[in-house]
């Protein structure tokens, strides 16, 4: 079947400007996550989605970083004001529960000129 | 809160073994693994849960410390596709899962 689907593969925004990045889980699965990875690091969480609900947010650096995931399924992770730090491969996971294996996307790089 | 690997990094020849560590400062309810290759996503390997309960990959196996909140990877008769970056995961509080510092396998042959 499909696995986790993230688009845009890349984007290339100029400082100050807003950005969306989208997440389609596989099927079924309840649980999803965020993490950004900085070259050379291992994945930093974001936040963590049961459901509908943010069950964890508390990985988010600011709040210029807000995720949504009205109907359970599509995530979308959204950067206000993006800064040059921001910079990364943001990836998004989806699981049938946290003790379940994750399933990665290929994640979206980021670049924030 | 971030777990902890050692080594950071290890060079093998075909054929040889290696273990790599992971370590937490929270209790555990649960420890992944995962290998991720440049530029690619991380993969699944293996997940060990708190009262012994173990899933995961039939050529690699792993150990599960709850008392010491320790888990180790085992990777026996190495192969060149086992290069990569190895991260354990863990969850301790049933919401966060976090990844650990990473070790670089790199195996020649």
């Known amino acids: 079947g499909a696995g986790v689907s993230q688009t845009p593969s890349n984007k290339v925004t100029e400082k100050g400007k807003y950005v969306e990045l989208r997440c389609d889980p596989i099927s079924g699965h309840t649980a999803l996550y965020w993490y950004r990875q900085s070259l050379g690091q291992g994945p930093e969480f974001l936040i963590y989605?049961?459901?509908?609900?943010?069950?964890?947010d508390s990985g988010l650096p600011n709040d210029r970083f807000f995720a949504v995931r009205p109907e359970g399924s599509v995530s979308t992770l959204k950067i206000q004001r993006t800064e040059r730090g921001d910079s990364a491969v943001y990836l998004c996971?989806?699981?049938?529960?946290?003790?379940?294996?994750?399933?990665f996307g290929n994640g979206t790089r980021l670049t924030v000129t | 809160q971030q777990p902890v690997q050692s080594p950071q990094a290890v060079i093998l020849r075909e054929g040889e073994d290696a273990v790599i560590n992971c370590s937490s400062s929270k209790a555990l309810y649960s420890v992944h693994w995962y290998r991720q290759k440049h530029g690619e996503a991380p993969v699944f390997l293996m997940i060990?849960?708190?009262?012994?309960e173990q899933k995961g990959h039939e050529k690699i196996s792993a150990s599960f410390n709850e008392k010491k909140q320790q888990s180790s990877l085992y990777l026996t008769a190495s192969q060149l596709s086992y290069s990569g970056t190895y991260f354990c995961?863990?969850?301790?509080?049933?919401?966060?899962?976090?990844f650990g510092t990473g070790t670089s396998l790199t195996v020649i042959p």
């Open positions: 989605f049961q459901g509908t609900g943010a069950a964890d």
């Open positions: 995961g863990t969850d301790s509080t049933g919401n966060q899962f976090y």
């Open positions: 996971a989806s699981s049938l529960s946290i003790s379940s294996p994750l399933h």
């Open positions: 060990l849960l708190k009262g012994g």
